[in-house]
Structures are given as C-alpha cells and as structure tokens.
T-cell receptor
C-alpha cells in the first residue's frame, strides 16, 4: 500500500524567506502532484510532475521530482503572505490506478 | 470557464437518513473521482469511474455507500443510512483521458447529527 509522507506538517515563516516542503512516497511512481487548499475551499492543482528530474516553476513556487529517491520537493522563494495555505502532495495509488493517495498536507503560515 | 460542480454545497441531516451528493464533471473528462476529507483521516479516495464504468470502489464502505454515473454529465454518491462518522467534506474530481491532472469541485460539506 502506497504511503505518502510530507514534512513538515506545520510551518510558520516570515515573508521574504525561502523554504522547502518535502514529500516522500513509499512505492515506485513516475508521477507526482502538488495541490494547494485554502481554508474552507477546494483543492487547486499546482503542479503535475510526470518524469524523473521534472522541474516546474510558477511564480515563487518550484516543484521537482526524483523518482529514484521517491522524493518530491516544493520550494518557496521569498515567501509572501498570499502563499499561506495547506499544500498537499499526492501520488497515484498504484497498480495502474488513477486514484491518488495524498499526504497529510503542510499547513503553511507566512507572517509579515 | 470549465469547472467541476457539486450539489448540494452543504447538507445537514440526521443519522439514518439517506444522503445523495451530485457531481457534474468537466465536459470531455472521462474519469471521475470521489474523495472524502476529514481532519482525522485527511483526503481518502472512495471510488472512481472511467467512461462511466466503476473501476475502483475499494475505499468505500460497501454496506452503506454507493456510487454511480448514470450519464457522462452526472456522478452520484449515496449514503444510506447515514451515520455521524460520515460527517466530512466530499469532493468530486474529474480528469481528461491522457494527462490525469485531476480538477476538484467545490465539495459537499456533510454533517450527520
């Protein structure tokens, strides 16, 4: 059974700082997804990483995937308050299935 | 713009009552998922369909939950009878055939008293 672990689960940081969220998964996967969720809202797709070494960037967020290490990272550069949210990584549940197994989420608070 | 829609957005019901949640996937998406989110368990996959056929419902309590897709524009998730432990936010998501990026609906917040 696939397990997806994120760390940290809670992160409070100051505006302007850089930080990285880590996502480890337990079984082989060539795809990894990152989502953002604001309080009381739905999940917004941020990145879809489809191969080993994939790197995608959008604004102050950059995601990467190392399938050999079963590790994905979400890097935040020069954080701003608007990036405060919960960030989830997810991987296909396995066996050719399309359903996703999600990590527990990283609750990110960015303080002025 | 294309979005997944879900109804109702909020539902409060009493234990033992039947609950039906509906989802309209993005037009042209052939894969539809149902997820449940709770504080304790996080996001869990309940079931999913491809081309209206159920592919996996192993995440669903079979005795009380049922999921169907009567046509390409409607997916339903039914709970009968409902129990307080079913209280959660239920999300529907849809995905196009090739890329598998899943787009989530706004969710149905279910409270069972």
């Amino acid at each position: 059974e696939l397990k997806v672990e994120q760390n940290p689960l809670f992160l409070s940081m100051q505006e302007g700082k850089n930080y990285t969220i880590y996502c480890n998964y337990s079984t082989t996967s060539d795809r990894l997804y990152w989502y953002r969720q604001d309080p009381g809202k739905s999940l917004e797709s941020l990145f879809v990483l489809l191969s080993n070494g994939a790197v995608k960037q959008e604004g102050r967020l950059m995601a990467s995937l190392d399938t050999k290490a079963r590790l994905s990272t979400l890097h935040i550069t020069a954080a701003v308050h608007d990036l405060s949210a919960t960030y989830f990584c997810a991987a296909p549940s396995g066996g050719g299935a399309d359903g996703l197994t999600f990590g527990k989420g990283t609750h990110l608070i960015i303080q002025p | 713009d294309a979005r997944v829609t879900q109804t109702p957005r909020d539902k409060v019901t009493e234990m033992g009552q039947e609950v039906t949640m509906r989802c309209q996937p993005i037009l042209g998406h052939n894969t539809v998922f149902w997820y449940r989110q709770t504080m304790m368990q996080g996001l869990e996959l309940l079931a999913y369909f491809r081309n209206r056929a159920p592919l996996d419902d192993s995440g669903m309590p079979k005795d009380r939950f049922s999921a169907e897709m009567p046509d390409a524009t409607l997916a339903t998730l039914k709970i009968q009878p409902s129990e307080p432990r079913d209280s959660a936010v239920y999300f529907c998501a849809s995905a196009p055939a090739l890329y598998n990026e899943q787009f989530f609906g706004p969710g149905t917040r279910l409270t069972v008293l």
